[in-house]
């Protein structure tokens, strides 16, 4: 079987390197002069809400004991996560955003399909899988915006902070002979980022937006990639609260090293997401 196991939430170390994230950029606000923004960005914008997407997963676990055992293309139906956003214009140009999303999910059926391309022959799961995996994801960038007027275009660069917690376990033969796979913990990582946005005002209370990002990450024991992608449209009915409707894609390929076996993670998604966002 395979499992992929999570731990708690928040912990204070976690609690420590996100917010040390998502401050670094904010205490630098006083020092610059504030201009007349583009009708397209905000002063200040807090965003609550969730992304209901429909995943496709896999993952792999390589142990030089047991050879590679693989899931099928696992599609276990659709999963809400909660996502926090904030935005923060210094000037009239530029500009600091945070990003912040958990995909957890569970699976539990058969392990049919799973197999061996490593020197050990043929690897055939006994019995069901389980799988569970948790991701954490946040992100924090400096944004140029070009142009000043209804639409602007966005230049990022930043910083991107993942945590993956995985176990893996598996009872399988491997030329008629039992064995079994036991790995598991937890890896985190900070690698770079880029980023594309546009922004569009049809109206102060009415704008478009599309954003694009990457992460990229080689080496370490926690490596891999990450690619966001999202377009929506933003409404205010009052003044300084609205809400975001938008469709994004997310695809993540992921590898976790440890002594003894190496769990790599492969997830695609993509869904609507909703939030209620503030702007000041």
Same mark, same amino acid.
């Given at each position: ?19 040390? $994230? ?117 992100? $924090? ?7 000043? #007027? ?5 230049? #990022? ?24 796979? @036991?790995?598991? #913990? ?21 704008? $478009? ?15 891999? @990639? ?55």
């Amino acid at each position: 079987m395979l499992l992929l196991r999570s731990r708690p939430f928040a912990s204070p170390a976690r609690l420590t390197a996100l917010g040390a $994230l998502a401050g670094v950029g904010f205490l630098f606000a006083p020092a610059l002069a504030w201009a007349e923004p583009s009708p397209a960005l905000d002063r200040f914008s807090f965003s609550v809400g969730a992304f209901n997407a429909d995943p496709k997963f896999n993952a792999s676990v390589t142990s030089p004991y047991t050879g590679t055992l693989r899931t099928r293309d696992l599609e276990p139906g659709r999963v809400t996560m909660p996502r926090i956003t904030a935005d923060l214009l210094l000037g009239d140009s530029h500009g600091i955003s945070f990003d912040y999303y958990r995909y957890k999910r569970d699976y539990f059926g058969s392990a049919a399909g799973s197999d061996s391309f490593g020197g050990f022959g043929t690897v055939s799961a006994l019995g069901n899988a389980s799988i569970n995996t948790k991701l954490e994801f946040a992100k $924090l960038s400096y944004k140029w915006w070009l142009g000043s #007027g209804n639409t602007v275009f966005g230049l #990022g660069a930043g910083a991107a902070y993942y945590r993956i917690e995985s176990n893996a376990s598996a009872l399988v033969a491997v030329n008629g002979r039992v064995n079994t796979i @036991n790995e598991g #913990g937890s890896d985190n990582a900070v690698a770079p980022m880029l980023e594309l946005g546009v922004r569009h005002a049809i109206s102060p209370d009415l704008r $478009l937006f599309a954003d694009v990002s990457g992460v990229r990450k080689g080496g370490g024991r926690l490596h891999g @990639n990450i690619y966001n992608a999202s377009a929506g449209v933003e409404w205010f009915p009052v003044k300084n609260v609205g809400v975001v409707l938008a469709y994004g894609v997310t695809n993540i390929d992921l590898e976790r090293e440890s002594r003894t076996a190496e769990t790599r993670l492969r997830v695609k998604m993509h869904g609507p997401s909703a939030f209620v966002k503030a702007r000041f």
